[in-house]
C-alpha cells in the first residue's frame, strides 16, 4: 500500500525517524530522510533496501525548508506523506531551565513542525491529496513535573494538527497525530542524561520497532491519531474525564523525573 509513496521524514538520522524509513523502504516506498546531520543521516540510508533520498535541513530555518523542500518536489514530482518527527526534550524543573531553552525547543519541536508543514500545503492543495503526520507526545494530553518545556512544545503540535485537520477537511488532505508515551531511543541521551528518569520508567518504556510499526500502519490506513501504549491511552481518557482529580491521584506515580 505504501509502494512507491514519496514520504518526507524528518528526525531521520536516528531513533524512530531511522526506524520508520526503513519499514516503508521494505514496503517499496521512497523514503526522503531529512535531519542535519550528512553522516548520521548516510549511515542510515545504508541500511535501506531500496530507493531513498538524502537532504540536509536544519528544521529552524525557514530558507533551506522551503528550498529542500521544493527541491524534493521538482525531483520526485511529489509529495504523498510528511512525517513531522524532528524534535527533542530536556527534563528540568523551571526553576533551574533557562528561558532560552524554553524557546529553543519551541522553535524545533513546534516551529519546525509548521515551517514544514507550510512549505509541503500548497503542493498538495494542488493535487488534492496527501498526508501530514505530526509526531506529538502523551505529553501532549498529560503533563509531568519537570517537563513544562517539553509539554508545552507538544501541547502546541498538537493543538495545531487538530485545528489544521479541520481547516483541510474536505481538501483530500489528512492530518494525523502519533502521542507516544517513553520510547527506549537516545532521545534521552539529552532529555534525561542521569539515567535517573529512563531507571524509573523502564518498565513502561516501549521498543522502538513497534511504534514504528504503528506509524507506518497509521500512514497506511490514514488514521487520524494513535496514543501509545494502550496503558496510556486508558489514562488519557480517565484523565480527560476529571483533569484535576487525576492531577491529584497521580502526581506521585507520574513525577519519576
Known sequence: MMK?????????SSG??????KLLSKQGAIPILIARSQDKLEAVANQLSGQYGLMVMDVTKQDQVQQVMKD????????????????Y?????????????YN???DVNYMGT???????LSHMLDRGG??????????????????????????????????????LRGTGITVSTVNPGPIDTPFFELADPTGGYVNNIRWFMMKPDLVARKMVKLM??????????????VGIGLYQLCPRFADKLTYRMMNKK
Open 104 to 106: 529553543d525547543m519551541m
Open 130 to 167: 496527501g498526508h501530514i503526520v505530526n509526531v506529538a507526545s502523551i505529553a501532549a494530553k498529560i503533563g509531568t513535573a519537570k517537563s513544562t518545556a517539553y509539554t508545552a512544545t507538544k501541547h502546541a503540535v498538537y493543538g495545531f494538527s487538530n485545528s489544521l485537520r479541520q481547516e
Open 89 to 101: 526534550g530536556k527534563f528540568e524543573s523551571i526553576v533551574d531551565m533557562p528561558a532560552e531553552h
Open 4 to 12: 512507491d509513496k514519496v514520504i518526507v521524514i524528518t528526525g531521520a
Open 16 to 21: 524512530i525517524g531511522a526506524l520508520t524509513a
Open 114 to 120: 509548521v515551517r514544514c508543514t507550510k512549505a509541503v
Open 220 to 233: 497506511e490506513k490514514k488514521q487520524e491519531e494513535i496514543n501509545l501504549p494502550w496503558l496510556a491511552a
Open 72 to 87: 524534493i518536489i521538482h525531483k520526485y514530482g511529489r509529495i504523498d506523506v510528511l512525517l513531522n518527527n524532528a524534535g
